[in-house]
């Protein structure tokens, strides 16, 4: 089992940045590749962005690309999300997945039927 518990989200004006951070606890972190999605009101849950086992593969969505950065930090057993230049239309709440891989994989999964866990969400607003 592997718990999932997100931080970091709030309310930032557009064009402000903010960092969300995941922390696992229970099996050995660097076995699995992570991913942060989103669920804006009204609306189905989106991929934004997912990182491999290995930590050499990453894939991004394109609205998010250039603006948001996916690191993890093994020893903290911890995947943050950067996200800078933020927009109105980024408002959502944003969920960690973890996806039981091998360490050396550099496969990234990159929809949610792929994930075995999930946080249980931050809430992230964007003011215009």
């Known amino acids: 089992q592997v718990q999932l518990v997100e931080s970091g989200g709030g309310l930032v004006q557009t064009g402000g940045s903010l960092r969300l951070s995941c922390a696992a606890s229970?099996?050995?972190?660097?076995?699995?590749?992570m991913g942060w999605f989103r669920q804006a009101p009204g609306k189905e849950r989106e991929f934004v962005v997912a990182?491999?086992?290995?930590?050499?593969?990453?894939y991004y969505a394109d609205t998010v690309k250039g603006r948001f950065a996916i690191t993890t930090d093994n020893a903290k057993n911890t995947v943050y999300l950067q996200m800078h230049n933020l927009r109105p239309e980024d408002t959502a709440v944003y969920y960690c997945?973890?996806?039981?891989?091998?360490?050396?994989?550099?496969?990234?999964?990159?929809?949610?039927?792929?994930?075995?866990?999930w946080g249980q969400g931050t809430q992230v607003t964007v003011s215009s």
């Open positions: 990182i491999s086992a290995s930590g050499g593969g990453t």
């Open positions: 997945a973890a996806d039981l891989s091998d360490s050396e994989s550099y496969y990234v999964p990159i929809e949610a039927y792929e994930y075995d866990y």
């Open positions: 229970g099996r050995t972190f660097s076995s699995y590749a």
